[in-house]
Every structure is written in C-alpha cells, then in structure tokens.
C-alpha cells in the first residue's frame, strides 16, 4: 500500500516561517517528481514547488524566493521550507508524487491527506 504521509504546518503570523514533510512508502521503485500543492478556499489546487529526483526545481511565482523545496531520494522524503509567510498564503497544503511502484511497473500521481497552514496578519 503505497502512502504520502505529512508533517508540519499550523499557525503562524505573518513574517514567520513552517516547514512541511512528506515521506513515501510502500512498493516504491522510482519517484519522480515529488513536490506541494496547495488548495485556499473557494480557489483551485496550486502547484507551490516540485523537484525531480535530478534536482531540478519549480515553484510558483507567488512563492519564489520565500519557500525551498529538498529532497532525500535515498529515504523518499520531500520538504518544504517556508520563509516570509503571507496570510495569503494560507491553504491546505498537499504533498504529491508520481510514483512507480511494484507490481504494476505503472507511473501513476499520488497524494497526502493535505495539511492546514494558516498565516495570521
């Protein structure tokens, strides 16, 4: 059973900082990329940040030079480090990753249960 487990988030005032983790497990072959997205009320899944197990990274405009995006490809684990918190960041922040797993060999996306960052101004 393949899984995305998070850690992190919470309230903070703005100017602060949160970091967020997620960890994979299960039948895990390859991960590829592994990153955060974010949903606000009333507002459509965003994509934060993604890295690929080469390291390349992408965020949003609205987060850059704010968040950092790590990953530990040896332990399947990505972070998010959030700096400079807006309240307009708040959300509900999901870990994503398209993995591939055992048996099926097939690239498929998978999500955490989402975690609630609130930003207080």
């Known amino acids: 059973q393949v899984q995305l487990v998070e850690s992190g988030g919470g309230l903070v005032q703005a100017g602060g900082s949160l970091r967020l983790s997620c960890a994979a497990s299960?039948?895990?072959?390859?991960?590829?990329?592994m990153g955060w997205y974010r949903q606000a009320p009333g507002k459509q899944r965003e994509l934060v940040a993604t890295?690929?197990?080469?390291?390349?990274?992408n965020y949003a405009d609205s987060v850059k030079g704010r968040f950092i995006i790590s990953r530990d490809n040896a332990k399947n684990t990505v972070t998010l480090q959030m700096n400079s918190l807006k309240p307009e960041d708040t959300a509900v922040y999901y870990c994503?990753?398209?993995?591939?797993?055992?048996?099926?060999?097939?690239?498929?996306?998978?999500w955490g249960q989402g975690t609630q960052v609130t930003v207080s101004s």
């Open positions: 994503n990753a398209r993995l591939l797993t055992i048996p099926t060999m097939l690239w498929k996306d998978y």
């Open positions: 890295m690929t197990s080469g390291g390349t990274t």
């Open positions: 299960g039948s895990i072959v390859s991960i590829n990329p």
